[in-house]
């Protein structure tokens, strides 16, 4: 066991490759939702990380750096390389893990390295080396998906998982390369834990900073990144974006919120969206089920006079829908379409019936009932002498 005192050991600020969000070193996960924009938001940070930026603003630059990138879902061609255009990367700073697969081809790779093997990470680290060895070391390495190169991630060993992250981990540390891990939450995961749950919670808590992408309940085209765990630096805000020509278009104000909070609140906005729905739905049924009341009534006529009471044609129809209303055409050449409400239902008449008679209990004495024995054997003896 060697001891050293803490005071001997120079302190080191933590490296960024984006400000707050990927530090250098260290593994960060994003999580979210499939078609959230997760492989595009990798893509940002790649075109942002070979044009020497570190962060959103335009005057915090750094140093270049290469990127190693595992894709492991979309085309390389056709998909990746257009993605990375529209980002605006510098192309010959990406390095793409193509494996037995033509580097041209329409799909990912048919064998994809797997990094949970001994064999493939040392590869890894090798060109890391390599790129080092060159001057222009590779700063970041991203993963997407995790579950595509790393195979313990797609069970629910958690030793496994952590064997798996503790050796990129490691990597991370010896090369000084951040790693960025792109995963979706499972079904289960998802429905116990919450929309930023990765695949395994075990990613989240191995990784230094966890990042998720959500979308806004109010506006679907418009996606927000948020804050899930920053072990090295104060929790930074989040950010909304929209996604435009397979670019990512990033707002310019902050989203003061963690993704904790931001799912609660999404939440209950939606709680409260589904009781003014039925609370609405309440008032329109009432409302048609009145208009209807004295008989047939032309479409065009309601739906005018429902514009006049502020309710919409959606709302109309599902309200004509509850109350079981009936759609109709006059029976002329220039018929009008009307509505109406169900014909009453005919109620089975019951027809009245004799009451049965009472059923009372009656006693005879054993005497009694062997007289009549008697009695019956004796009318069935004369009976047969009488034949």
Same mark, same amino acid.
């Given at each position: 066991?060697?001891?050293?005192?803490? !005071?001997?050991?120079?302190?080191?600020?933590?490296?960024?490759?984006?400000?707050?969000?990927?530090?250098?070193?260290?593994?960060?996960? #994003? *999580?979210?939702?499939?078609?959230?924009?997760?492989?595009?938001?990798?893509?940002? &940070?790649?075109?942002?990380? *070979?044009?020497g930026e570190?962060?959103?603003?335009?005057?915090?630059?750094?140093?270049?750096?290469? $990127?190693?990138l595992?894709s492991?879902e979309?085309?390389?061609?056709?998909?990746?390389?257009?993605? @990375?255009?529209? &980002?605006?990367?510098?192309?010959?700073? $990406?390095?793409?893990?193509?494996?037995?697969?033509?580097?041209?081809?329409?799909?990912?790779?048919?064998?994809?390295? =797997? #990094?949970?093997?001994?064999?493939?990470?040392?590869?890894?680290?090798?060109? @890391?080396?390599l790129?080092?060895?060159t001057?222009?070391?590779?700063? #970041?390495?991203?993963i997407?998906p995790?579950?595509?190169?790393?195979? &313990?991630?797609?069970?629910? +060993?958690?030793a %496994?998982?952590r064997?798996?992250?503790?050796k990129?981990?490691?990597?991370?540390?010896? !090369?000084?390369?951040?790693?960025?891990?792109? /995963?979706?939450? !499972?079904?289960?995961?998802?429905g116990?834990?919450g929309n930023?749950t990765?695949?395994?919670? $075990?990613?989240?808590?191995?990784?230094?900073?966890?990042?998720?992408?959500?979308?806004?309940?109010?506006?679907? +085209?418009?996606?927000v990144?948020?804050?899930?765990?920053?072990? @090295?630096?104060?929790?930074p805000?989040g950010?909304?974006?929209?996604?435009e020509?397979?670019?990512?278009s990033?707002e310019?104000e902050?989203?003061?919120?963690?993704?904790?909070?931001? $799912?609660? +609140?999404?939440?209950?906005?939606? %709680?409260l969206h589904?009781?003014a729905? %039925?609370?609405?739905?309440s008032?329109v *049924? +009432?409302w048609?089920k009145t208009?209807m009341?004295?008989?047939?009534?032309? *479409? !065009?006529?309601?739906k005018?006079? &429902?514009?006049?009471?502020?309710?919409?044609?959606k709302?109309?129809?599902?309200?004509?829908?509850? @109350?079981?209303?009936?759609?109709?055409?006059?029976?002329?050449?220039d018929?009008?379409?009307f509505?109406?409400?169900?014909e009453?239902?005919?109620?089975?008449?019951? /027809?009245?019936?004799? =009451?049965p008679?009472?059923?009372?209990?009656?006693? %005879?004495?054993?005497?009694?009932?062997?007289?009549?024995?008697d009695?019956?054997?004796a009318?069935?003896? /004369?009976?047969? =002498?009488?034949?």
């Amino acid at each position: 066991m060697n001891l050293e005192k803490l !005071s001997e050991i120079p302190a080191t600020p933590p490296g960024w490759v984006w400000k707050g969000i990927i530090p250098e070193g260290q593994l960060t996960l #994003l *999580t979210g939702e499939p078609g959230v924009g997760k492989s595009l938001f990798a893509m940002d &940070a790649i075109a942002r990380l *070979t044009r020497g930026e570190r962060s959103l603003a335009h005057d915090d630059q750094g140093e270049p750096g290469q $990127v190693i990138l595992f894709s492991g879902e979309d085309g390389i061609a056709s998909v990746v390389r257009h993605r @990375l255009e529209s &980002a605006g990367a510098v192309l010959p700073s $990406v390095n793409i893990v193509v494996n037995d697969t033509n580097a041209m081809s329409e799909k990912p790779a048919s064998r994809r390295s =797997q #990094l949970d093997d001994d064999g493939e990470i040392e590869s890894l680290e090798l060109y @890391l080396a390599l790129l080092r060895e060159t001057g222009a070391p590779c700063r #970041l390495v991203v993963i997407d998906p995790a579950k595509s190169f790393l195979g &313990a991630t797609n069970g629910r +060993d958690d030793a %496994k998982i952590r064997a798996s992250m503790a050796k990129l981990t490691d990597l991370a540390n010896r !090369s000084g390369a951040a790693i960025l891990l792109i /995963a979706a939450p !499972s079904k289960i995961e998802k429905g116990k834990r919450g929309n930023w749950t990765p695949t395994s919670p $075990v990613l989240a808590e191995v990784a230094r900073s966890v990042w998720t992408i959500v979308r806004d309940p109010d506006e679907p +085209d418009r996606r927000v990144l948020l804050p899930v765990k920053t072990n @090295l630096c104060d929790t930074p805000p989040g950010i909304g974006f929209t996604i435009e020509d397979q670019r990512i278009s990033w707002e310019n104000e902050w989203v003061r919120q963690t993704a904790e909070q931001y $799912v609660a +609140d999404a939440t209950e906005t939606e %709680k409260l969206h589904h009781v003014a729905a %039925k609370s609405e739905l309440s008032r329109v *049924t +009432d409302w048609l089920k009145t208009r209807m009341t004295d008989g047939p009534v032309y *479409t !065009s006529v309601l739906k005018e006079d &429902a514009i006049g009471h502020d309710i919409s044609e959606k709302t109309l129809m599902r309200a004509l829908i509850l @109350l079981g209303g009936i759609k109709g055409k006059e029976k002329k050449l220039d018929g009008r379409w009307f509505w109406r409400l169900p014909e009453p239902l005919i109620q089975p008449v019951i /027809a009245s019936c004799p =009451q049965p008679p009472k059923r009372t209990l009656e006693f %005879k004495t054993m005497a009694e009932i062997c007289s009549e024995a008697d009695k019956a054997k004796a009318l069935k003896n /004369a009976a047969k =002498q009488g034949t």
